[in-house]
């Protein structure tokens, strides 16, 4: 099969500290190649990604002009090659120019996802364009509106080493962009309501300084609340393997948190707010526990004992592997070029 493979521009794949859906490019890519398929994709200019490669002449999915530069390379790559299928986790805009032709395209969301733009697309690809996101509650308003299917993220099984066990002691780990939706506040009160040591750990971006300089820096005096700033794969690993659970207070619909797949493929159960795709990806009093308040979240810590971390690391390898991923992939491009309906997922 051969397959062109598209990321947004502003980051290489893969990243090496934050950038949740260019590491999910990367494992694709690494698998469908290590698969016999031939494939292309579309990045940043510095990824390292081991496949070939075509880099875009535009760095910003925010500029018009480079969206027109982009959309035109892409256009060119195709009339020059021959792809069975291209594979979006860009930019909409970028298959604009592709929408008429007959070539297969198949569309992955990560973000929101806006009706009216969706359905614009799906009208002028007349049938050649489907849709996948990443979670079913990203669906709620646009179900309605061609194909659609439900892959969710993944993450490499090797990179994350299984802990069937951590000490009494072992920390919480928050971990994650550090700034107020994605709750690393909460996290700080759950733990200290819990009797727990908290270690936060996430990119720091310049505007949400002020916000982290008032609600987080001055718990870090304590000694019971450490911030480490960002991580590479090796210490996610070691952080997220070692830790008693990850922590997801978040404050907005978050439609997925890769980060909860990472956590848990190292045995390290979730606690998370119910908003989102936390009730989709943590199996609640299996793999963890989904609450509704801090108060809830510092109850639940005291009830970890009670989950086993080996079926942590079992749902990961049977949903949210790079195999699990790449299968399902593969079965939708497959069935996209037949022209048949795909089998529906279990």
């Known amino acids: 099969m051969r397959i062109a493979l598209t990321c947004d521009p502003e980051l290489p794949v893969p990243p090496q500290f934050y950038g949740g859906i260019e590491r999910v490019v990367d494992m694709l890519a690494r698998r469908l190649v290590a698969r016999g398929h031939e494939l292309t994709l579309f990045a940043h200019p510095s990824s390292q990604c081991p496949v070939p490669k075509r880099a875009w002449p535009g760095a910003s999915s ?10 035109g390379e892409l256009a060119r790559a195709i009339a020059g090659q021959r792809f069975d299928i291209i594979h979006s986790f860009s930019r909409l805009a970028y298959l604009a120019p592709l929408l008429p032709r007959t070539i ?41 509106i061609g194909t659609w299917h439900i892959v969710p993220n993944g993450v490499p099984s090797e990179t994350y080493s299984f802990r069937r066990q951590v000490p009494d002691d072992a920390p919480l780990v928050f971990l994650g962009r550090v700034e107020e939706i994605k709750g690393p506040h909460l996290a700080i009160t759950a733990a200290r309501l819990a009797g727990r040591r908290l270690v936060i750990a996430g990119n720091l971006a310049g505007e949400h300084r002020a916000w982290f300089e008032t609600h987080v820096a001055p718990h870090l005096r304590d000694g019971d609340i450490d911030y480490v700033g960002p991580v590479d794969d090796r210490q996610k690993d070691e952080l997220l393997g070692g830790a008693a659970a990850l922590l997801m207070p978040i404050l907005w619909e978050e439609p997925f948190g890769i980060v909860m797949a990472e956590a848990m493929a190292c045995g390290t159960p979730v606690i998370g707010f119910g908003r989102g795709a936390v009730p989709e990806v943590v199996e609640h009093g299996r793999t963890g526990y989904v609450v509704d308040t801090v108060e809830a979240m510092a109850a639940a810590i005291a009830k970890l004992d009670m989950i086993e971390r080996a079926a942590c690391r079992q749902r990961v390898e049977t949903l949210y592997s790079e195999d699990a991923v790449t299968d399902r992939y593969l079965e939708i491009y497959e069935a996209m070029i037949a022209g048949r309906a795909p089998r529906a997922p279990a």
């Open 62 to 71: 925010l500029s018009r002009f480079d969206t027109l530069r982009n959309a």
């Open 104 to 144: 297969p395209k198949l569309m992955t969301y990560q973000r929101e996802i806006s009706p009216r733009t969706t359905g614009l697309a799906q009208r002028l690809s007349r049938g050649t364009l489907q849709f996948s996101a990443i979670s079913e509650h990203m669906l709620r308003h646009v179900r309605h």
